[in-house]
């Protein structure tokens, strides 16, 4: 069994911009060889900026802890002892990187705080046109009823209903004419009549006759009323 690369040595190669290649021939591997264990870790294409990442995690949880140099374990853990530069150094660092994650996530938490109030205009926008769309239809509705209605009334009207509203204020024959003259003229439009509308000239004429004055013979005086 090939023996195992250092997983953490290799993030911080990679973070630092060196290639697999790179790596193989500084540890002394064949062409490939390392390509095994990226896979094994599943961190095929690994890029500089998720290595470090993967380091940064690492080091917040206590998974990677700051190098110190030899003879300073037993120094340590004395309880008066006072701080190395290194540890200082480490301290630091790490109080940045908790700092520049901090600003990362307060980035991301105001992003997502716009995200979510455009969402919510969005949704308000489109709950107002479906209510405009809902008020369209029943204006719709109603008038297509008022349009029904009317043509349903105009075709129970009939030529006797015109003949009734035509002669309510004539009497006479001549009533009965002008009747006769509307008849006539529903019975050719609704059917053709020519007959119907015969009768309807006939009528006509009769009508005339009776509304016009008589006309005296040419030359002749009136004759005197006796």
């Known amino acids: 069994m090939p023996q195992v690369p250092d997983k953490v040595e290799f993030l911080r190669l990679i973070a630092a911009g060196k290639s697999i290649r790179w790596i193989e021939r500084s540890w002394g591997m064949g062409e490939g060889t390392l390509s095994y264990w990226v896979r094994k870790w599943n961190l095929k294409g690994i890029k500089p900026t998720l290595a470090q990442q993967l380091l940064d995690e690492m080091r917040l949880d206590g998974q990677l802890p700051a190098d110190k140099p030899a003879g300073e374990a037993a120094a340590a853990q004395e309880p008066d002892s006072p701080a190395t530069a290194e540890e200082v150094a480490q301290e630091l660092k790490d109080r940045e990187l908790v700092e520049r994650l901090r600003a990362e996530l307060a980035e991301k938490t105001a992003r997502i705080a716009e995200l979510e109030s455009e969402v919510n ?37 009939t030529y006797l209903d015109a003949i009734e509203a035509v002669t309510s204020k004539l009497t006479g024959s001549c009533a009965y004419l002008v009747g006769a003259v509307i008849e006539g003229i529903w019975a050719f439009a609704d059917r053709g009549d020519i007959k119907a509308i015969k009768r309807a000239r006939w009528c006509i004429n009769q009508m005339i006759k009776e509304v016009e004055p008589s006309e005296q013979p040419s030359g002749q005086a009136p004759q005197p009323a006796g």
């Open 121 to 157: 205009y969005w949704m308000g926008q489109a709950e107002g046109h479906g209510h405009e769309a809902d008020r369209l239809r029943e204006e719709r509705d109603v008038l297509l009823q008022t349009i029904e209605r009317a043509a349903e009334k105009s075709a129970q009207i």
